[in-house]
């Protein structure tokens, strides 16, 4: 139980970061104007 | 640079010098000396401002004498047996990936703080009040604010004094004061240090710290003359402080808890929602008995301290004008009203609606970060991944820490959903940036629970943790870049490496700037220059500053000891009593009657004024500049000009 509430942990973990880079990711746009 | 080379001596030998004395750990001798620096600054402006000579040459003596005192403590407390190696602790600290989110972390600052370096100061507050306040206290010499007109000067300035520090160790410029936030980091990786090693372990404790400081919040404002990351900063100091005392029962913890909470009151006016930072002490004392008598011994010196730290700006509105939140009416249940100039819900309140249509929106916000609908970081808003994270992990972290019977892990914790409700009750306009500290409390939660998996588990949390601290860290400066006053300064900085201060602020601020322009122009150092409308300050000053600028609008003044004047006759005596020379007349956008008054009375005397130009934009409104000629008549003022003006 206790690992596998871990491992749901670690799942959540990658999936919010992931969800959060998608939902974000136009502001990487900027880069252009720097480079 | 001499000012951040004073900052970090002062903050190495003060590091060397608690680990030594103290024999505290790594990250713990570095939030105390982070914290022991701020309070320097802070005595060391007061003091040499009570004898008016608050001077470039007279800071660096007292720092240059403070190091050494550092230095000769340290030595003096040296022991043979060494405590364990820094450099294995930060082995330790920063495993692989933590190392790589590290460099990059570093990498983004850098860059952040070499544009704001390279650029004028852009930051809205910081050009209306935090650096019009430094340029007058380091040009005058001492902390004087007399005939400012507004409610700052009644305000907690803890923060402006590091910003004057800095301007004096920098010759008297300003450069360094724009991006004094600077000085207020070391406080914040430390104390996002301290908590992930006493929540999640040494593998997690470099991991906590690069969070706190690559909250994109904190990366926007960190070229900016705000004071949100100094107050962020003691706050989560202040929780980082009485998480170890729990623990560990050192009073030395008990009095850097103080320092911190001190150092907050200071910082900013935002005591209303300070109180539940009390909570974690308050549970030591309930559930440590043995602590209890030399907690109840010291808490009258240190309430002093306290006061005497940060505290006395409520104490002298109390004391003075019988409301320590003056000028901010205050309405108390069964009391009645305190006195005071503005109402609350005359602030900006509606700023919440920038980024939530509803409050209850800010339930799910975390995920999706947007500012007048459309995704992106501000200054006021953006907590990055890693809380987006913590902030769904949460309730899993709370139940975890009650479950442990980790009570400074769940005092800490609990203290979240605490300063929340304060904030929600409390603030009326609503803001991430008021609480940038509540954001690394559930990330040391997320980090509480990652601590447990071990071997390929952890080499993949670790991993998600630095990939959102690089993503956060990656996507601040790709907004940045994005925002036209980056656009100004990259452009002028990629071809010749500088960036003219005219073309830039023509560029930003339209048809001020070809106003401001246009002074700069034709100033010399110790003119005077009116304004009638008090925003945006201190570009009148000159670029650079060289003038001294008063807000005169033609109208009454709310506050004690200004210039208020209705007829076109008292405003125009009181002008020339103050010997103005330039008179900038902004016709802002959003308020059809400022400047109208102004206009009227310069028609009524055209043989005094000659108009220098005229400037108009859809953004910012009409702008109009005029030389006055000087006259033989004075009016006498309501109260002296203050000393050095």
Known sequence: MERFSLLLTLFLFWAVILLYFWFHRTLLNGWKELL | MIAFLCLGLLLVTAGIFFRNA????????????????????LFMVRGFAAFHRLQPASMLWACGLLIAVHLGAALYFQSAKRAAGGLELLRAYFPPWIALAALGTFAAIGLRLYIAWKTPPISWDGLCYHLPIVYRWVSQGDLSLQGWRGFQSFGALGSEMVFAWLALLDGGRLD?????????????FAAGAVLGRRLAGPLWTGACALASITLPVVLVQLGLSYVDIFYGAYCLAALACAAVYDRTGRWIWLLFFTLSFGLALGAKSTAYLQAPLLLPVL?????????????LRSALPLSILVVAVGGMYYVDNLRLRGNPVYPFIVNIPFYGQL?????????????????????????????????????????????????????????????????????????????????????????????PRYIIFLAPI????????????RGWARNLAQAAWAAGTLYACAASIGCMASSMEWKAAVGPLKSSGAVDARAYYRATFSSLGEAWSALDE????????????????????????????????????????????????????VLDELGVRYLGIWMPKWYADVGVGEEEAIAAYPERFT??????????????????????RT??????????V
Not at chain 2, 283 to 295: D, H, I, Q, V
Not at chain 2, 611 to 632: C, D, I
Request: glycine share 8%; with cysteine; charged share 15%.
């Open chain 2, 22 to 41: 103290l024999r505290l750990r790594l990250e713990e001798a570095w939030l105390c000396a982070a914290l022991w620096v701020c309070v320097e600054q």
């Open chain 2, 522 to 573: 034709r100033l010399k150092p110790g003119d005077v220059v009116a304004i009638n409308y008090g925003e945006l300050m201190f570009p009148w000053a000159g670029l650079p500053p060289r003038a001294v600028v008063w807000d005169i609008p033609r109208k009454d003044s709310p506050y004690p000891e200004t210039y208020g004047a209705t007829s076109a006759g008292e405003w125009l005596g």
């Open chain 2, 442 to 453: 559930p990330i040391a939660g997320l980090a509480m629970l990652l601590r447990q998996v």
């Open chain 2, 176 to 188: 360094a004061a724009k991006i004094g936030q600077v000085a207020a980091m070391p406080a914040f």
């Open chain 2, 283 to 295: 549970w030591t004392f309930w559930a440590r008995p043995e602590l209890r008598r030399s907690m």
């Open chain 2, 339 to 431: 006195p005071g100039v503005l109402r609350p819900s005359e602030l900006l309140s509606a700023m919440e609606q920038w980024m939530v249509p509803k409050p209850i929106y800010w339930l799910w916000y975390p995920f999706r970060e947007v500012y007048f609908g459309s995704v992106a970081f501000t200054l006021s808003n953006g907590f990055g991944p890693l809380f987006a994270a913590a902030w769904a992990a949460f309730p899993l972290a709370l139940w975890r820490g009650w479950r442990l019977r980790n009570r400074s892990a769940a005092a800490f914790l609990w203290t979240f959903p605490a300063v929340l409700i304060a904030f929600f009750l409390f603030q009326p306009a609503r803001a």
């Open chain 2, 611 to 632: 108009r220098l130009g005229e400037w108009n934009s859809g953004e910012f409104g009409r702008v109009a500049l005029y030389e006055m000629k000087p006259s033989t």
């Open chain 2, 635 to 644: 009016a006498a003022l309501p109260f002296p000009l203050p000393p050095g």
